[in-house]
């Protein structure tokens, strides 16, 4: 909204060019969305808090340390979604189609996590909605995000998949690139659910990729750095850097609620959305690839349920302890902060990993 209603007057003030560089505006949306955060924070969460009596259901099954959060409201995602979505419509570029297609990727999947979260709540049954529901909704709003990022992106780019390491490697996929975005959406959003299992586990990592993702979008939007780095450049998408710094910003001061001991847990509500979101971006800037690295932390918690499931079906035995994987190092005893910032070490080395993939071609 800045950017639309100062530009046009940066004539006759000068300062208003700096609306002009997303630089700037991603800085502004990072400040705005924390600002945001702490300032809704403290009353949605009384609100959650007296709405939801008892809290977020407790798995019985779970580790024995979770029984001890018991009352702890869930549905703070609705303070990374406020904060987030607010602050980039207040300093993206209006006219960007690509924002657009993100930011309603966030409130689809917000809203389906919504739902989830409300059926548990008021069902008192930590399993919410069906799982064939839950993905059949995940789906149709993937697949209208694919349609969405190949109608406003220029051929061959739209329907192309690209290979990091590999500068000129462009595969066409034709009509198969919507199915391919879908599940790389929907993948990714159930990768954020499934290891938001402790205080703070989930958000820090997610925080990184939208930092990295932030940078792959400036330079893929811009052609001298795209020419640069030898990467694909796809115009416009440099707008989607001011989105992930909202996203940085609203994760920061969702930490701040949700740090240990959670005044606040994030729910399906924030996690679906975040992953829907990082999913998002990276179809549309073309590095697909390269959130299956930089998010390797949010893989292996969903491979270890894979792998726990596929192995008690067939053989009748667990790999694990318990899945996903944080839960197996806390029956091993671990402490849930040493499991917490170890896992967010693993995210930050696997981000610098994903990153180099912008040079090494």
């Keep these: 909204?800045?950017?639309?209603?100062?530009?046009?007057?940066?004539?006759?003030?000068?300062?208003?060019?700096?609306?002009?560089?997303?630089?700037?505006?991603?800085?502004?949306?990072?400040?705005?969305?924390?600002?945001?955060?702490?300032?809704?924070?403290?009353?949605?969460?009384?609100?959650?808090?007296?709405?939801?009596?008892?809290?977020?259901?407790?798995?019985?099954?779970?580790?024995?340390?979770?029984?001890?959060?018991?009352?702890?409201?869930?549905?703070?995602?609705?303070?990374?979604?406020?904060?987030?979505?607010?602050?980039?419509?207040?300093?993206?570029?209006?006219?960007?189609?690509?924002?657009?297609?993100?930011?309603?990727?966030?409130?689809?999947?917000?809203?389906?996590?919504?739902?989830?979260?409300?059926?548990?709540?008021?069902?008192?049954?930590?399993?919410?909605?069906?799982?064939?529901?839950?993905?059949?909704?995940?789906?149709?709003?993937?697949?209208?995000?694919?349609?969405?990022?190949?109608?406003?992106?220029?051929?061959?780019?739209?329907?192309?998949?690209?290979?990091?390491?590999?500068?000129?490697?462009?595969?066409?996929?034709?009509?198969?690139?919507?199915?391919?975005?879908?599940?790389?959406?929907?993948?990714?959003?159930?990768?954020v659910n499934l290891t938001d299992g402790l205080d703070g586990l989930a958000i820090v990592p997610v925080m990184i990729a939208a930092s990295v993702f932030g940078l792959i979008a400036y330079v893929a939007g811009n052609a001298i750095f795209a020419n640069y780095l030898q990467i694909h450049h796809v115009p416009g998408t440099g707008e989607l850097a001011v989105l992930c710094g909202a996203l940085v910003g609203a994760g920061l001061g969702f930490l701040w609620f949700n740090a240990p001991p959670a005044m606040v847990f994030m729910g399906d509500t924030g996690s679906l959305a975040m992953g829907g979101a990082l999913g998002a971006i990276a179809v549309a800037t073309k590095h697909e690839f390269v959130l299956a690295i930089v998010g390797g932390l949010f893989v292996l918690e969903t491979v270890s349920v894979i792998v726990q499931v596929a192995s008690f079906k067939l053989t009748g035995r667990r790999v694990f302890r318990m899945a996903p994987l944080h839960h197996h190092f806390e029956k091993k005893g671990w402490a849930e902060p040493t499991i917490v910032i170890r896992f967010w070490i693993i995210a930050a080395v696997l981000a610098l990993i994903g990153l180099s993939t912008l040079k090494l071609r």
Aim: aromatic share 10%; glycine share 10%; charged share 15%.
């Design 1 to 191: 909204m800045l950017p639309n209603l100062l530009v046009p007057l940066a004539d006759e003030f000068g300062l208003f060019n700096l609306f002009r560089y997303i630089t700037f505006r991603t800085g502004g949306a990072i400040l705005t969305s924390l600002v945001t955060s702490f300032v809704i924070g403290p009353p949605l969460i009384a609100w959650l808090k007296k709405k939801q009596g008892k809290g977020q259901p407790i798995r019985t099954d779970g580790p024995e340390t979770h029984l001890k959060k018991r009352g702890t409201p869930t549905m703070g995602g609705l303070m990374i979604l406020l904060a987030t979505i607010s602050s980039t419509l207040l300093w993206v570029d209006l006219t960007n189609a690509y924002t657009w297609i993100v930011l309603l990727v966030i409130v689809g999947f917000g809203a389906i996590g919504f739902g989830d979260d409300f059926l548990k709540l008021t069902r008192r049954n930590p399993r919410g909605l069906s799982g064939r529901r839950k993905l059949a909704a995940q789906f149709v709003i993937a697949i209208a995000t694919g349609v969405a990022i190949i109608w406003v992106t220029a051929a061959p780019l739209a329907t192309g998949l690209a290979v990091p390491f590999f500068k000129d490697v462009l595969i066409g996929l034709g009509w198969l690139f919507v199915p391919m975005a879908a599940l790389v959406v929907v993948g990714s959003s159930n990768a």
